[in-house]
């Protein structure tokens, strides 16, 4: 499978933990996005990597939030002091300069 | 801030009947605009794109129209299937630009 693959699939922890999310893009994509999609919205743009360059962060990127890209490769996002307001679905996507995003399945994040 | 907007949550259409989904945005710098479908537990997948140099783009039974005067574009699915049943989100971005904004989603559901 050369799509993009996101690990875990879903997450529940207790408000307060730390939580990471790991993304694999496609391997000849250069530019990296997460997206965080909660229940009857569409995905909300978090930050963007090129190579592994932030190069972007939406103002929804609380400091509680960080993400990492550090070969290029795959890239980690680590969210701290989890919230119940965090729960949702975070979607990793790739592409190369231009064109359309490729979606991975999404790490859903229950917070209890 | 909602640069994109789809304002029909959802839509019922009978099979092979036609199925209009509409979206509107409002940033005139976005000149690339798409499509996406996703299925429940799924990422989005893409379905079709249209930049702003043109009016019409076809793929198979989906066409997007795009109306830059009104900011307006819309997927045309005919015959509509069953198996198109699904959300349908419009997203837009200029075509280098880093992020890409997407609407909130409109269900379809194809009815046999």
């Known amino acids: 499978d050369t799509g993009v693959s996101q690990d875990p699939r879903h997450k529940i922890t207790k408000r307060g933990q730390n939580v990471t999310f790991r993304c694999d893009p496609i391997?000849?994509?250069?530019?990296l996005y997460w997206y965080r999609q909660t229940l009857g919205q569409g995905p909300e743009f978090l930050t963007y990597f090129q190579n592994e360059a932030q190069l972007e962060k939406s103002r929804l990127l609380s400091d509680r939030f960080s993400a990492e890209r550090p070969k290029g490769s795959f890239s980690t996002l680590e969210i701290q002091r989890t919230e119940q307001g965090d729960s949702a679905m975070y979607l990793c996507?790739?592409?190369?300069?231009?064109?359309?995003?490729?979606f991975g399945e999404g790490s859903r994040l229950t917070v209890l | 801030d909602q640069q994109v907007k789809q304002n029909s949550p959802s839509l019922s259409v009978q099979e092979g009947r036609i199925s209009i989904l509409n979206c509107d945005y409002t940033n005139s710098m976005f000149d690339y605009f798409l499509w996406y479908k996703k299925y429940p537990a799924e990422g989005p997948t893409f379905l079709i794109s249209i930049s702003s140099i043109k009016d019409k783009n076809e793929d198979g039974r989906f066409t997007v129209f795009l109306n830059k005067s009104a900011k307006h574009l819309s997927l045309h699915i005919v015959p509509s299937q069953p198996g198109d049943s699904a959300v349908y989100f419009c997203?837009?971005?200029?075509?280098?630009?880093?992020?890409?904004?997407f609407g909130a989603g409109t269900r379809l559901t194809v009815k046999p």
């Open positions: 997203a837009a971005s200029g075509y280098n630009n880093n992020d890409m904004r």
């Open positions: 391997s000849e994509h250069n530019r």
């Open positions: 996507a790739s592409r190369p300069t231009t064109g359309e995003l490729f």
